[in-house]
Nanobody, 114 residues
Framework: QVQLVESGGGLVQPGGSLRLSCAASGTISINTMAWYRQAPGKQRELVAAITRDNSANYVDSVKGRFTISRDNAKNTVYLQMNSLKPEDTAVYIC?????????WGQGTQVTVSS
């Protein structure tokens, strides 16, 4: 059974930075790695995704501020978040597609507030 473990969330002031990590257990070949977020009262949205050949895409609201990257040897995906805004406040959840199966992390809270 594949498990995803996230880390790196927390409280940060507007304009600050955070780096999220999500690692999968076991020796596996992961296709697409992605980060979603869900704010209270809102639908879950795709923030960024990266394919195995490092092709990345972002939701418009984070372009130029967030960077997704991956380390295939460590089965890990990262999300570097800069110039954070209060509207980035949400639970951030990683998502891995392995063969025909999708796995979700437990989520990590990111709060942007002064």
């Amino acid at each position: 059974q594949v498990q995803l473990v996230e880390s790196g969330g927390g409280l940060v002031q507007p304009g600050g930075s955070l780096r999220l990590s999500c690692a999968a257990s076991g020796t596996i070949s992961i296709n697409t790695m992605a980060w979603y977020r869900q704010a209270p009262g809102k639908q879950r949205e795709l923030v960024a995704a990266i394919t195995r050949d490092n092709s990345a895409n972002y939701v418009d609201s984070v372009k130029g501020r967030f960077t997704i990257s991956r380390d295939n040897a460590k089965n890990t995906v990262y999300l570097q978040m800069n110039s954070l805004k209060p509207e980035d406040t949400a639970v951030y959840i990683c998502n891995f597609k392995i063969s025909l199966t999708t796995y979700w992390g437990q989520g990590t809270q990111v709060t942007v507030s002064s």
